[in-house]
């Protein structure tokens, strides 16, 4: 789950990274050298790094509550969602 908006701190750590890797890559020279071989070669370069905060884990003293097995559900599965798991080889009961 991605957070809409991090916090000033984590912000500012996201931007110190995405700086410190453009410096490592722009100042790499098995990089320079192979984007100008792909550029000599007529193609045009373009390197895009995801860079995104998920939501953050919070550790919790007490274990998650187990559902009773007389509450478990079996999924309703669609025609196509069982024509998926065969062809995965995912026996479907």
Known sequence: MM???????????????????NRAVLDSSDVADAMATLENQGFEVDIAVDLSLYTRIEQSAHRPRELA??????????????????ALNIAVG
Do not use: C, N, Q, W
Not at 3 to 21: K, S, V, Y
Not at 69 to 86: I, Y
């Open 69 to 86: 097995p007389s509450a478990a559900v079996a999924p309703e599965l669609t025609d196509a969602d069982e024509m998926f798991l065969k």
């Open 3 to 21: 957070i809409d908006r991090p916090d000033d701190a984590a912000a500012g750590l996201l931007d110190i990274l995405r700086r410190a890797i």
